[in-house]
């Protein structure tokens, strides 16, 4: 039982580049998150799924998309990096069972954009 | 928007009681949460109150709501140098679950 699981771990990207933040969770939970997280501004949430099939944007969506490819997976896209994108990205999912909307954080990614 | 905030540092000696404080601006919040972060790791919840409590203690961690005040706080007693970390309040946004953070509190224990 892994949890949630991030790829890749660490990543550089120049300015303009793409590259997709992948994040997947063997807990059968319905509802999934994307976070990033700057020196001094705690988590910001970016997009979250309520469930399968559905997206929806969160406080900072500008510069980015989601898919909710199945229950499992849900993947980040930065079609076009810029350097205010560089920061920490955390994928988080929760169940409506349990305490109630504990969320279970990925490790993370830290990404650089030059 | 709704907000969370929280001092962003507090240094403590090991053996010592700490207090995180965070206030919040919700007034529909259902559930807030303390969640701890290790160095290079994701965030954990480390405990949580409903919005009806007054109070709950886990083991070492007191979790204090005032919430006339809009206020929080946790109290680690016995602090050890394990807990150094950052803690993040967190508030579930009018039940929404779509969570609002605080800035983060970094802890220090000084052994």
């Known amino acids: 039982n892994a949890g949630v699981t991030q790829t890749p771990k660490f990543q550089v990207l120049k300015t303009g580049q793409s590259m997709t933040l992948q994040c997947a969770q063997d807990?059968?939970?319905?509802?999934m998150y994307w976070y990033r997280q700057d020196p001094g501004m705690g988590l910001r949430l970016i997009y979250y799924?309520?469930?399968?099939?559905?997206?929806d944007k969160g406080e900072v969506p500008n510069g980015y998309n989601v898919s909710r490819l199945n229950k499992r997976e849900f993947s980040l896209r930065l079609e076009s990096a810029a350097p205010s994108q560089t920061s920490v990205y955390f994928c988080?999912?929760?169940?409506?069972?349990?305490?109630?909307?504990?969320?279970?954080f990925g490790p993370g990614t830290r990404l650089t954009v030059l | 928007g709704e907000d969370v905030e929280q001092s962003l540092f507090l240094s403590v000696r090991e053996g010592d009681s700490s207090v995180i404080n965070c206030t919040y601006t919700?007034?529909?919040?259902?559930?807030l949460y303390w969640y701890k972060q290790e160095p290079g790791a994701g965030l954990q919840l480390l405990t949580y109150?409903?919005?009806?409590?007054d109070m709950k203690q886990d083991q070492r961690l007191t979790v204090l709501l005032n919430k006339k005040d809009k206020h929080l706080s946790l109290r680690i007693a016995d602090t050890q140098t394990g807990d150094s970390a950052i803690y993040f309040c967190a508030d579930d946004y009018s039940g929404t679950y779509k969570y609002i953070f605080g800035t983060g509190t970094r802890l220090k224990v000084l052994a």
């Open positions: 807990m059968n939970h319905n509802s």
């Open positions: 799924s309520a469930s399968e099939g559905t997206t």
């Open positions: 919700d007034s529909s919040s259902t559930y």
């Open positions: 988080a999912s929760s169940a409506p069972t349990g305490v109630k909307g504990e969320q279970f």
């Open positions: 109150i409903f919005s009806n409590m």
